[in-house]
């Protein structure tokens, strides 16, 4: 294994066809329903699976190493081959005394439909195939995880990659809208759920396009913070206006004019936690970058004045023209007695109360919750595929075990982060920790009302941040003041 001095270079070494494959899968997730259908994220996979074939051919011919955004991420790529193994074991027929020793009630329910004799071996998972679907997607997130370290190697592949994904979710912004205006009631996919009277664009659910563009926005304005120049403090009125008008000129650059696209879109879905946890996340990372940049003795007034104006300029401004009162509405009529996700919550904790350790498998959240579910439940007979919070419902389907195993590498990554934003003098590197700081943070307060985890362009989307992160971290404590461009 070669020896790593950066986790960034001025040239990359992998070709650029794979990189342009990489960013293709990226581009093309969000279209199909936000990948959300059997033959959708099969395609996933199938790109997936094809990108990282060639790249294990070209490693065996010599052509392309490991990169060391890769050897610097082992922790988490080890963590989750544990998790892949863990996972596979649901799959797995077991001994019955093993599986009643892990989990009774798995055993009690395997023995008791009569499908299988006691002394016939049974797995963890008691929806076999679903687990198995699940343990393919993740996979491919891990895969997809892994391309994105070995492939983004240089500063301007880098660059590239963030506006790859901004555009996509500009894109996503401005068909949301299209639809949404037109009030057309089919698309060439299915019935229009844009015509509803909210945004979802190429997503069928609201939520999961909110998402969509927060984790995107983040990247979004990452970017932009890394472009701002923070070299020069003026302490006369006159100069501080000048910055204040540099800041609002801005609007009229490309990348200032998709972050308003996506703040509009976004606004448009009417999303009550997708605003919520921009509006969160963009504050708790705006907060951590000032408190780095006031410890580091740095100038910061560029970056108050650019949040501000996004806060002042786009959200309140710009909302009251597309519709930010009716999120407003939509927050303080929530009555939570009617929330059908509070009763699902209840039911998966009941769940939990019987699958502490090992869950139900993944995936199997469908097949079982009809058992938890009472004749109380707001939707009435409706089916509930997930259970509108990620963090239950990974535990009732994989257990705490799992839930370790799913979680800390999202711990770590946070601290890697928090590292770049404080140690590193580099603009790109600190503007995209920014990024992921605030990705990161939106995600988990979205997916505690949501499933957007299990939508396979928002798990993809999230994996990309994740290895970003690693991506930007300085591989020694030289390379906190390389700046090559």
């Known amino acids: 294994m070669h020896t790593c001095h950066h986790t960034l270079h001025s040239r990359s070494q992998t070709p650029r066809p794979l990189f342009y494959g990489f960013l293709v899968l990226l581009v093309w997730m969000p279209l199909p329903l936000g990948g959300n259908r059997p033959w959708a994220w099969a395609t996933m996979e199938l790109m997936t699976f094809a990108l990282t074939a060639i790249w294990l051919w070209l490693f065996a011919l010599g052509r392309v190493k490991i990169s060391c955004a890769c050897i610097k991420a082992w922790p988490l790529i080890g963590i989750w081959s544990l998790w892949l193994l863990y996972s596979l074991g649901h799959c797995i027929p077991l001994p019955p005394a093993v599986v009643t020793l892990l989990s009774p009630h798995t055993a009690a329910i ?21 687990s198995k679907v699940e343990w393919m997607k993740s996979l491919t997130y891990i895969l997809i995880f892994i391309l994105c370290l070995l492939l983004v190697e240089s500063r301007k592949r880098l660059d590239i990659l963030v506006w790859v994904m901004v555009c996509s979710a500009t894109f996503q912004a401005v068909i949301g809208a299209i639809l949404l205006f037109s009030r057309m009631d089919h698309t060439f996919y299915i019935h229009n759920p844009n015509a509803l009277g909210w945004a979802s664009g190429s997503f069928i659910n609201r939520n ?49 004019i998709f972050l308003v696209i996506m703040v509009i879109g976004l606004i448009l879905s009417h999303s009550r936690m997708g605003n919520t946890s921009f509006l969160a996340s963009l504050t708790l990372a705006g907060g951590i970058s000032l408190l780095s940049f006031r410890h580091a003795g740095q100038n910061n007034r560029p970056l108050i004045l650019f949040l501000s104006s996004i806060l002042i300029m786009d959200v309140l401004l710009l909302g009251s023209w597309f519709g930010v009162d009716k999120v407003v509405d939509r927050l303080r009529t929530t009555d939570l007695a009617t929330e059908g996700r509070i009763h699902t919550g209840k039911h998966t904790l009941k769940m939990i109360e019987d699958f502490p350790l090992t869950g139900i498998g993944p995936g199997a959240f469908r097949s079982l919750h009809p058992r938890y579910k009472t004749t109380d439940t707001a939707g009435g007979d409706f089916i509930y595929e997930h259970a509108d919070n990620d963090y239950l419902e990974i535990v009732a389907e994989v257990g705490l075990i799992g839930f370790i195993l799913l979680g800390s590498p999202v711990l770590l990554t946070l601290r890697s982060a928090l590292k770049t934003q404080n140690n590193s003098s580099d603009p790109l590197r600190r503007g995209l920790a920014f990024a992921c700081l605030m990705g990161i943070s939106a995600m988990m307060i979205h997916t505690a009302t949501d499933y957007n985890l299990h939508i396979p362009a ?28």
């Open 458 to 485: 928002n798990a993809a989307t999230f994996m990309v941040l994740l290895a970003i992160a690693w991506i930007i971290h300085p591989a020694n404590p030289a390379d906190h003041e390389q700046n090559v461009r």
């Open 110 to 130: 395997h023995l008791h439909t009569g499908i299988v004799a006691p002394s016939q071996w049974i797995p963890l998972s008691l929806d076999p195939y679903a």
């Open 208 to 256: 999961h396009y909110a998402n969509f563009l927060v984790m995107n926005l983040s990247l979004g304005i990452g970017l932009f913070i890394s472009r701002l120049d923070f070299s020069q403090e003026s302490h006369s009125r006159q100069g501080r206006w000048l910055s204040i008008i540099g800041v609002l000129l801005s609007f009229k650059a490309p990348l200032r």
